[in-house]
């Protein structure tokens, strides 16, 4: 009866590790684009573009870089972005490169953002099995790979 417990402990010890938690551009989007950004526009405001900057810390809370926006945009806006709930990542700190804007006193939350992520290491990139040694080879110079 032993005998059957030992290949299933085996088994388990050799399981590999869970693979990384990424944001996906979409869900970051989601995101942005379900808060009410209007709460902060009041009526008769001038037309603008306002850069914004922030982190998306692992474990989903937001931390502040930047908004270019005069008072009291800047303010409401700035309280708006603290209080985005991303869900928790296993990147670093992601910085994200973003857009508001109003026009004719509408908040305009530009659909494209720019995330600075850190490059992937190759461990966590998928090679597949049939994959030549000078194809693996070129990839770890690609990746600048040192033992």
Do not use: N
Not at 41 to 56: C, E, K, N, Y
Not at 73 to 81: I, K, Q, R, V
Not at 96 to 125: C, K, M, N
Not at 134 to 147: G, I, N, P, Q, Y
């Amino acid at each position: 009866m032993i005998w059957m417990l030992i290949p299933t402990a085996l088994a388990q010890a050799v399981e590999p590790p869970p693979a990384p938690r990424y944001l996906q551009d979409a869900e970051i989007h989601t995101v942005l684009l379900e808060t009410d950004w209007q709460q902060c526009v009041g009526a008769g405001m001038a037309d603008l573009t306002a850069p914004v900057s922030f982190r998306i810390m692992p474990s989903g809370d937001v931390e502040i870089i930047t908004v270019g926006a005069p008072d009291p945009l800047a303010p409401c806006w700035s309280e708006l972005l603290s209080a985005l709930r991303f869900r928790e990542h296993d990147e670093e700190p992601l910085v994200l490169l973003w857009t508001l804007g109003i026009h004719d006193s509408v908040a305009i939350p530009y659909p494209a953002f720019t995330a600075e992520r850190r490059q992937l290491h190759p461990f966590y990139l998928f090679i597949p099995p049939d994959a030549s040694p000078e194809a693996v080879k070129e990839l770890l110079e690609v990746f600048e790979v040192t033992d």
